[in-house]
């Protein structure tokens, strides 16, 4: 798999993985000029399901992982309900990560001030955010540390 990279802040990552998640607004009350940003920003469900679905898999930091078209990591959530729902990402160098739950219209991203070979950190703040949203992380997308 080719190298795939993307950079930006918090922010500008939540607003791309928002068009893969569908919705119209960043969550979390943000303020006005941010959520008009993404207006029209949705990608064609077609694509976005094309996207999650699994092209190829290998090794993500000596742990297995999953991608999709497009160089998206691949995982699970699971809603309230019990629903399982794809979830589409990238787990990047130092512990950023970006991801969207389209099922659920939820986007988010996590940058760092600095660097860690370690994902925990990470992963415990994605997982707190996503419960705040009614998901729980299934196993599989951050390697264990």
């Given at each position: ?8 802040s ?7 993985y928002?068009a893969?998640?569908?919705?119209d607004?960043?969550?979390?009350g943000?303020e006005p000029a941010a ?5 029209g920003?949705?990608?064609p469900q ?6 999650a679905?699994?092209?190829?898999s ?6 297995p ?11 699970r959530?699971?809603?309230?309900s019990?629903?399982s ?5 990238h ?12 099922g659920?219209?939820?986007a ?6 600095q660097l ?6 990470t ?5 707190l ?17």
């Open positions: 798999m080719p190298g795939v990279s993307a950079h930006g918090a922010r500008a990552l939540a607003r791309f928002a893969l998640a569908g919705g607004e960043p969550a979390g943000a959520a008009a940003s993404t207006a920003l949705r990608l077609a694509v976005v399901a094309h996207a679905r699994p092209a190829s290998g090794t993500l930091n000596s742990a992982a999953t991608w999709g078209l497009g160089g998206f990591q691949l995982g959530v699971v809603d309230t019990g629903r729902l794809p979830l589409v990402g787990l990047g160098l130092g512990g950023v990560v970006g991801l969207a739950v389209p659920a219209g939820v988010l991203a996590v940058t760092v001030s860690s070979v370690r994902c925990a950190p992963r415990r703040l994605v997982e955010l996503l419960r705040e949203c009614g998901l729980r992380l299934e196993p599989g997308f951050f390697p264990e540390d």
